[in-house]
């Protein structure tokens, strides 16, 4: 087990005032927590932080925890022969780490949770986020998740155990929503389990943006294929598709492909913005063709901006 | 390992009556119409026969997460829902 230190997690000193432990997790809230954070291990390190400020924050937990005196973080620790701590007063809930269920009993999801209205006997939820691909959003996935279960053994002790659990995730997700997987979160003092919520979060894709479950697409096209009109072979989510690019089309028109985005009741469009590319002059020849066009297509873009 | 087991997409599809939506937010009918008259979530139908999307769920879920953890107050959490939500359409590089 390794040791954690919850000062340094904090970024506070050891002897800090509560109120400035609190400022610090303020800050460290802000910054991390899942609801608001783009860091990358945003959730990992809201968890960390939650845990740290669930000790310091709390005078009995800070001195019982003051006496394990100071050693560096990640160090193999085993607690004290004669560790007994017993703690009372309120839960923040599971995912504590195996360092703060070795110390402070943990009992996290067995216990019940008064929860908002109190009127809730039933364990905790979970939450966890899923990162799915653009495909796997439009085909739909299946994964395996790998949960930390708390379990009571024959002697009434909560034991860690990793369980397994393959989640199938429908076609047409759009980024944010969430999955519900009923009766899957931790087990409660009365009432069943409660239930684990995925929150999807769609990952960047190399030629599509994503809108709800429209996809727009910037589809590169010569000036010859805008000016005179051609039909392209154009990515969607489903495959190749033929489409014809009107003529006298400039960059930036839209072209909508119906119902060639993500699934779902509406279906998803897709969008594919034209974004002319100019051909390098690098060349006499070209030089050549260009000079002529000048000559041949005279034309002013700016006239709007003059006068 | 199993066959993948049954799971709820939370979609704008998806329909949940109050009781149905306070028991799987864990929250109690009376902090629900304050989040409905903060104009967090829409209902649909009448009052006494509304129905929530399942995208209601986890505005809930978030706007209370807000709240607790932050300590601000109904109204405050919901303008911190929006401004995210607009930040992360906007991130998306969204119009």
């Known amino acids: 087990m390794e040791f954690k230190d919850y000062y340094e997690i904090m970024g506070v000193a050891r002897d800090a005032s509560p109120d400035e432990i609190k400022r610090a997790y303020r800050r460290l809230a802000r910054k991390y927590h899942p609801d608001v954070s783009k860091e990358k291990d945003a959730e990992a390190r809201f968890k960390e932080v939650g845990e740290a400020y669930e000790v310091l924050r709390d005078p009995e937990k800070r001195a019982a925890y003051d006496q394990l005196g100071r050693r560096p973080q990640g160090e193999d620790f085993q607690p004290p022969p004669n560790w007994n701590f017993e703690f009372e007063g309120e839960d923040r809930g599971g995912g504590h780490s195996d360092f703060f269920e070795q110390l402070f009993g943990g009992l996290g999801g067995l216990r019940g949770r008064?929860?908002?209205?109190?009127?809730?006997?039933?364990?905790?939820?979970?939450?966890?986020?899923?990162?799915?691909?653009?495909?796997?959003?439009?085909?739909?996935?299946?994964?395996?998740?790998?949960?930390?279960?708390?379990?009571?053994?024959?002697?009434?002790?909560?034991?860690?155990?990793?369980?397994?659990?393959?989640?199938?995730?429908?076609?047409?997700?759009?980024?944010?929503?969430?999955?519900?997987?009923?009766?899957?979160?931790?087990?409660?003092?009365?009432?069943?389990?409660?239930?684990?919520?995925?929150?999807?979060?769609?990952?960047?894709?190399?030629?599509?943006?994503?809108?709800?479950?429209?996809?727009?697409?910037?589809?590169?096209?010569?000036?010859?294929?805008?000016?005179?009109?051609?039909?392209?072979?154009?990515?969607?989510?489903?495959?190749?598709?033929?489409?014809?690019?009107?003529?006298?089309?400039?960059?930036?028109?839209?072209?909508?492909?119906?119902?060639?985005?993500?699934?779902?009741?509406?279906?998803?469009?897709?969008?594919?913005?034209?974004?002319?590319?100019?051909?390098?002059?690098?060349?006499?020849?070209?030089?050549?063709?260009?000079?002529?066009?000048?000559?041949?297509?005279?034309?002013?873009?700016?006239?709007?901006?003059?006068? | 390992m199993t066959e993948p087991i049954r799971v709820d997409l939370l979609d704008e599809t998806v329909e949940f009556s109050l009781e149905d939506l306070c028991r799987i937010c864990g929250v109690h009918e009376r902090l629900v119409v304050d989040i409905v008259e903060e104009g967090v979530i829409e209902p649909r139908g009448a009052v006494g026969a509304w129905r929530f999307t399942g995208v209601a769920v986890t505005r809930v879920q978030r706007v209370l997460r807000l709240q607790e953890e932050f300590e601000v107050n109904l109204a405050g959490a919901a303008l911190a829902l929006e401004l995210l939500e607009e930040i992360e359409r906007l991130r998306r590089g969204g119009r």
Do not use: C
């Open chain 1, 114 to 307: 008064a929860g908002r209205g109190g009127f809730r006997s039933r364990g905790f939820d979970t939450h966890a986020q899923v990162d799915v691909t653009l495909e796997e959003a439009f085909h739909g996935a299946t994964r395996t998740l790998s949960l930390q279960r708390v379990e009571l053994d024959k002697d009434g002790k909560p034991r860690p155990r990793v369980q397994q659990l393959q989640v199938k995730i429908p076609a047409g997700v759009v980024d944010g929503q969430q999955i519900r997987v009923p009766a899957q979160g931790e087990a409660g003092a009365g009432g069943g389990p409660g239930d684990l919520f995925l929150q999807l979060r769609l990952l960047p894709h190399r030629w599509f943006r994503v809108e709800g479950r429209d996809v727009w697409l910037d589809l590169p096209i010569t000036p010859w294929e805008a000016a005179l009109g051609e039909t392209v072979r154009v990515p969607t989510l489903a495959g190749r598709v033929d489409l014809k690019i009107p003529k006298g089309s400039q960059t930036d028109r839209q072209l909508r492909l119906k119902e060639r985005g993500l699934p779902g009741s509406p279906p998803g469009d897709q969008f594919v913005v034209l974004k002319v590319v100019v051909p390098a002059a690098d060349s006499a020849a070209r030089e050549a063709l260009y000079k002529q066009m000048a000559a041949a297509m005279a034309m002013n873009p700016r006239a709007a901006m003059e006068g």
